[in-house]
């Protein structure tokens, strides 16, 4: 059995010194935060050391060793915002981290190492010893079984998440001894740890708390009980991603394993996070982490309200909901508010999505053509756009996954980027697109007017920019209208196939197969083709139909398939890139510009918080941080 | 009297139930429900899963008919005083909207008697000199805040008290007092917080006061018995006071009914502008993400605030001026 | 007999009416700011509807070199003190190279004269009348020869122009929806009034229910119920019917005071036993009786809709860009950035005030000459 402790994602991980050391049992002794220590001298909690376990995680600072206490003030905008609080702290078994500026890895967490057999079909985790939850209860494979037995699965209370099977059949899971469990899938899962540090699969759940909620544990009048004491119709309520008593963000009684745990749960209109007592993180000189006494998450309605918190200095640290539009007004409110816009780089692409099986057949087959999207593509001055709508901060750009990401190629995203209105009409004269209509627009071969209906959701894309390209399009003789939609209707229409464009960002894209559908047109808000790529999934639309033959999509396919089943993950990646290479031939859709700068507000006191990080859903937005290391200034 | 009242409290029972009909019926009307909000919301965090909806589509009984729906809220709501349950927070809508309920009702009476207090003495005085130069700018003045939007007026006054006096503005506490429970320091927040909120509302309000409240005096300064008092040699305040205002008050009382679903509706846009924790806020966010009992709940209570408010000024008005009553057999 | 009474009782109403309207029309013009507010909303409307003509630009004509531009100045003393022709100086961008904000500097050497009747890019009034001729514009064809009156917004594009643009649906919205009120509030008050009974309890509750709705979570529920995405003619004439859903109640009630009074005075009485109809009798003696009245009251209502454009668009149930209105304008407006650096995109805020306070003064003058006996 090869083991390995970490896949390298990539090759090179420069020195940074910001890398995360993991090092063996440090030779000190440990230090708590002070409202620890009042807790401990009144005995209403064990010593530091009893706390931690025998191997706690060390987490080396960005900067400087922090001092403890303090509140980090953020703002939220309601019960489906659960996310935004969530990331700062998720309670993952692996996580990723940056190693360098363009470079990303994963690293255990609350497991201490895990192996991978050599067809990466199984799957073993170590527990770190003396771990516990925040209660104080030790974690065992007891947990874990719990989790798959009795919580997920098909008369559990949540689903089977997908993570947990590959082909068509399930993962087994199987408990060694208290610390060590295994995963076993009968293919080859090359991505499961890369997937397990971003999807919502914790592991474990606290089964000395929880299991008085489940009807395999107690009587019918328990959970009857129970439910009326969390005041909700029925104990299936309990459960799931906002169930009242297994939710962390909702019950500030369930154990957990993340570094703060909820104090005064939504519905609030603040809602606050406080320590875990029991977390098993320290830094390098043996103090207990985080250092932050306390999360407040404001709650807000219209976004101009969190921009005057921000100018007023109301806002500790935050990318979420910040615009980058916005970026004028809060570096000119940089003084007033003490706080500096800190930029990270997004993986995110604004990109129209032709749909070469749109149910106009005319459009189809102009779409179809390679020579049409060249036109499509380099007749857009993507400076032009970028000056205006981005505030010169973004990238020009075809839609690929940009520079940082784990799978990369230069090709691509250079493709037909350039602005060419000459090349452009050169190549629609020459697909006979030469005659002309009253108002200048080209002739389709049908003879009606060459219009392209782009259809876009609301708040989801910026009309300034589609207004832009409508004008550089005319500029060849395309005319173009836009549809605003709402994010409902928008995806109720792609899952019709009545889209001929549509406009969403190619995103997920720091590590794009573990989300691979924008490039194989299964992902039907970023699908280039919805009909082919319905046939591919197979989930019985009347739509779907089989591609051309010989078309490049089979090869997409087969290569992904290949990819998702490789024995190893490297072998996956390089099956990746060939999927890259095979679309920066011709690409299918019309990337404009992308990696915009994502831009956090940190306060002047907010310590330990590096610049020029990759953000990204993929490697959990901040998360990709310890956020534990953050610290207040004194 | 007394058989006029008695029939008007009788006409409150069908209009609450079909006002009840209606708010639940506007709920309806989006196409969708929570679970497509939701599998959208779910698409864009690349975690979909099919699964999750079905079963909860099935636990919320979405697939039931419209009136299956009606029936059931209405049955729990008389029987148990239960509102529903809100999908999006997870919890029975009465435990949720109690607080936002009532700040609502205290901000929108604050606003009243501010706008009284304001625009009862300008009215009068307008009366009493109409055509000069300060009913001219008062008027105007007046006209002006009634046209200006309030979501604009709300964010301009908010970036300027800010921005000049750098003055927190946001909001109906301060942050160390959201969660806090109640006592006289949270009320002094409270009130050092709603001056902003009264002044956006109030001048939306007043303008109309101003001018009615004018239009009555003056009718009532025309008559005879107006002249008889100078004649007598009162001072001119006391004879304007003593009978002409008094009596121009009166169809003021009507008012109240008719300027609380005004204030309602105008305070809907000043709370998402400036934060405050009231119905209207919360009522956007249930509407947009179809959390169909919170909203038709907001909508129900809102109303019947609004009925008891007309109920009420209907009732005052027969109290105090006969002729109604009258009329009315 | 009978012939004689009617041939008396019109006669007699045909004098009143006449000196009811003269006398309106005189009292009308005692109030001065009802007459001045009636020029500005008949200057409203003439922009509104030749908008084409009155714009310096197309309301969709993007201006690369001049994003979020500040309002031009019109000189008429040229860089070296002297009374010249009235002029714009030539703009120029610079970004700021930390802040990323545009800044713009006049470049006093570069001017342009100010023109009326100005040559123009071809351009289709009202779509099918094809011009090349503007109200207004700067006289040289030159790419950096521009004339923002009050400046651009974050495409460069015109905000003079997109607010006369704007008006036309904002004022446009405002009389579409009193006329569906309108026809809604009579043919309903008129039965309330002239019928009593049950139809009037009837209309009466039904009123008394919908002014019970507090309007705006009314307006977003049936706003949302509008599925977006349509053509914006379909919901720019959606949002006219959710707002005379609740306009038409204040018009009903109007007219069923008007009927209730009227009901008993000496002329209808008269009519009815000279054996009229009673729909001559509405249409012939009722109606003009109180016609004034109801075109008061039609004034006061229309400011209230176009109030409720700008809310409705600030709420995001209105009508979206690229469509332009006055609340499509503000929603645009409606961010600190803009106020803190670019508050000229607030003008359109100024216009809506501008109209409503002129709809609200000329129904007050309208009211006031609606009751020609009346005091004052």
Known sequence: MRTTQVPRLRTIALPMGIALALLGTPAFSFEEAPMLAERVAAGTLPNVDERLPKTPRVVTPYDEIGVYGGTWRRAFTGASDDRGPQKLMEPRIVRFVQTGPETFDIEPAWASSYETNETSTEFTFHIREGLKWSDGHPVTTEDVMFYFEDVVGDDNPWPWPSLMEQGDSRAVISAADDLTFTVTFEQPSPLFITRLGREYVWMASPKHYLSQFHPSYVSTDELAAAASAFNVEGWQDLWGRRGKAQSFWLNPDVPTLSAWTVKTPPPSEQVIFERNPYYYAVDTEGNQLPYIDQISHDLFQDVETLNLWVAQGRIDLQQRHMRVGNFPFFKENESSGSYEVVVWNGLEVDTLWPNQTTSDTVMAELFQQADFREALNVAIDRDTINEIVFAGLATPMQAGPPKGSAIFNEELVGKWAGYDVDRANELLDGLGLTARDDDGFRLRPDGDTLEIVITTALFASDIN?????????????????????????????????EIMMGHWPMGRAAFFLIDAGSYAATLMDNSWANAWGEYQLDRGKSFAVAPPKDHMIYDVWSTLDAALTAGTQEEAIALGADILAMHAKAPNWVGVVGAAPNLFI?????????????????????????????YIKK | MTGYIV????????????????????????????????????GAEGDYNPEVVARLRERFGFDQPFMVQYGKWMWAMLAH?????????????????????????????????????????????????????FDYIATILGFIGKATPNFLLALVLMWWAFDTFGADVSGLFSPEYANAPWSWAKVRDLIAHMWLPLIVLGTSGAASLIRQMRANVLDELQKPYVEAARAQGLPEWKVILRYPVRVALNPFLSTIGSSIPELFSGAVTTAIVLNLPMAGPMLLRALVSQDMYLAGSFIFLLSVFTLIGTLISDILLTLVDPRIRFEES | MSNALSHESAALKAYAEASGWRLGWAKFRRHKLAVVSLYIVGLLYLLAIFAEFFSPYDYSDINRRHVLAPPQAVYVVDASGQFT???????????????????????????????????????????????????????????????????TDSLGRDVLSRIFHGARISLSIGLVGVALSFVIGIILGGMSGYFGGWVDTIVQRTIDLLQSLPTIPLWMGLAAAVPPGQDPLVTYFMITVILSIIGWTGIARVVRGRFLALREEDFVLAARFSGASEMRIILRHMVPSFASHIIASLTLS????????????????????????????LKDAQSLQVISQAPWLLVPGLAVVITVLAFNFLGDGLRDASDPYGKV
Request: aromatic fraction near 10%; charge should be neutral.
């Open chain 2, 7 to 42: 029939r008007r409290i009788l006409w409150f029972i069908p209009t609450l139930l079909a006002v009840s009909l209606v708010s639940f019926a506007i709920i309806q009307l989006p196409p969708g429900d929570y679970l497509t909000v939701l599998e959208s919301q779910m």
């Open chain 1, 465 to 497: 920019m589609l207004e832009l390209i409508n004008e550089f399009w005319s500029d060849v003789g395309i005319k173009t209208s836009l549809d605003v939609v709402e994010r409902t209707l928008y995806l109720d229409r792609v899952n019709a196939n």
């Open chain 1, 602 to 630: 940190r306060s002047n006191r907010m310590g330990n918080f590096p610049a020029g990080f990759i953000r990204d859903d993929i490697t959990r937005d901040i998360g990709i941080i310890p956020t534990e290391q953050l």
């Open chain 3, 302 to 329: 229309i400011p209230e809709m176009i109030l409720a454009e700008t809310a409705l668009s600030f709420l995001g149930l209105g009508l979206q860009p690229p469509a332009v209105s006055w609340g499509v304008l």
């Open chain 3, 85 to 151: 022709w009235p002029h714009v100086r030539a703009l120029k961008g610079q970004r700021d190279p930390v802040t990323r904000r545009l800044n713009y500097i006049e470049d006093p050497e570069n001017t342009f004269p100010v023109r009326l009747f100005a040559p123009s890019k071809p351009y289709k009034m009202w779509g099918f009348i094809p011009l090349e001729t503007r109200f207004i514009g700067v006289s040289t064809p030159n790419r950096q020869a521009s004339i923002f009156l009050l400046g």
């Open chain 2, 81 to 133: 005083g239960d509102l529903g349950y809100s999908f999006e927070w997870r919890v029975p809508v009465s435990s949720l909207i109690g607080e936002y309920l009532a700040l609502t009702v205290i901000v929108t009476a604050a606003t009243l008697i501010a706008t009284w207090l304001i625009a009862l003495p300008i009215g009068i005085y307008s009366a009493v000199r109409p055509y000069s130069i």
